[in-house]
């Protein structure tokens, strides 16, 4: 086998190395595609939590919030300290 039989040979496994491969990635995004919408058409509805008024998270005014995250920050380096 001459040497450019060789590479001849090599660009062509090259070629189907990457078709299949490109092929296998498709498949995999439709795939995954169409389980996102098949679960969301029989998942419910998210329940707001949000009562419209100028609270953060989970009903905390923002200074409460920022006292709880002040906290955990302070009680986490203190950790690392130790």
């Known amino acids: 086998m001459s ?10 496994l090259t070629g189907i190395g ?10 995999l995004v439709l ?3 169409l389980m996102s ?3 969301a058409r029989f998942e419910p509805e998210p329940v707001s939590l949000d009562r419209g008024g100028p609270r ?3 009903g ?4 409460q ?3 709880i995250i002040s906290a955990a920050i302070h009680r986490h380096r203190s950790r690392q300290d130790a």
């Open 56 to 58: 953060g998270a989970g």
């Open 60 to 63: 905390l005014g923002e200074g």
């Open 18 to 27: 990457m078709g299949v491969v490109f092929t296998f990635l498709m498949a």
């Open 37 to 39: 919408k098949i679960v």
């Open 3 to 12: 040497s450019a039989e060789a590479l001849i040979e090599g660009l062509a």
């Open 31 to 33: 795939l995954t595609g």
């Open 65 to 67: 919030l920022l006292a």
